[in-house]
């Protein structure tokens, strides 16, 4: 929970565990930072449901890997960015319709 509350606390990332949130609170770290724990109080605003729960992207992986070669394409110059943001979207729109279908 250290490591957690440390990287948590420096990067300003919502913390991924419980102990790490608990970490930082025993620490003072919400006291003396306000407001850095409106996300997490976002996030436990509402009892989870089975729609809510978890990561819910169809074909995440694929679309990650879509942006990754679009700003690849971006910085290398070979595209603008208009160009390349356009055609991952696109993309990314082809993957997600492919993921809908199949898990209809």
Known sequence: AEVQAWWHQE???VPITTAAYDLSKKQGFYDTNPGTD???KQLNLNT???NS???RFGNYVQ???VINEEMEAIWSGAKSSSDAMDEATKRGNVLLRKFERANK
């Open 38 to 40: 409106t996300a997490i």
């Open 53 to 55: 729960k978890g990561l």
């Open 11 to 13: 990067t300003g990332y």
């Open 63 to 65: 679309v990650r890997d």
């Open 48 to 50: 989870p449901t089975a």
